[in-house]
């Protein structure tokens, strides 16, 4: 899997960001706070949406309606875009939309459905859509304080 762009929209610090990553391997660096773990719990949430137990409210900017991640990556020769948006109703924050593009052809459909779709192009097992598994945490990255 090669990553390409990801696009934040009123996610916890950033109000909008544009990241185009560099070819071949990359390190995100900086000082504590700067947003490294925002950026990685974009790229997870853009993959795999809202994990069990994780609220949504931890990835919506504060004070904000709604909020965006758009990710663009490379996987197995294909080319593939996944948009999801957060919305705030009262006190509770919740994905609103789901949207994939593999190959220019774009997919609206419900989470799990977007899930599935991911959970395929990325060959993972299709038992992993319904179980509680911390493998897409780890996937992604391994939180510095449990390595």
Request: proline share 3%; no cysteine; aromatic share 8%.
């Amino acid at each position: 899997m090669k990553l390409n762009k990801i696009i934040l929209k009123n996610i916890r610090s950033y109000e909008y960001q544009e990241i185009v990553f560099p070819e071949g391997s990359f390190l995100l660096a900086g000082d504590i706070g700067s947003g490294k773990t925002t950026i990685l719990l974009a790229i997870e949430y853009a993959l795999f949406g809202l994990q069990p137990g994780q609220r949504g409210s931890a990835l919506l900017r504060n004070e904000q309606e709604n909020g965006e991640v758009i990710l663009e990556f490379e996987v197995e020769g294909h080319e593939v875009k996944i948009e999801r948006k957060l919305k705030r109703a009262n006190k509770n924050v919740s994905n609103e939309f789901a949207a994939i593009t593999i190959d220019g052809e774009r997919i609206e459909s419900s989470i799990t459905e977007i899930k599935t779709k991911v959970l395929e192009l990325l060959s993972y097992p299709q038992e992993f859509i319904k179980k509680n598994n911390l493998l897409y945490r780890y996937t992604v990255y391994t939180p510095q304080e449990q390595m």
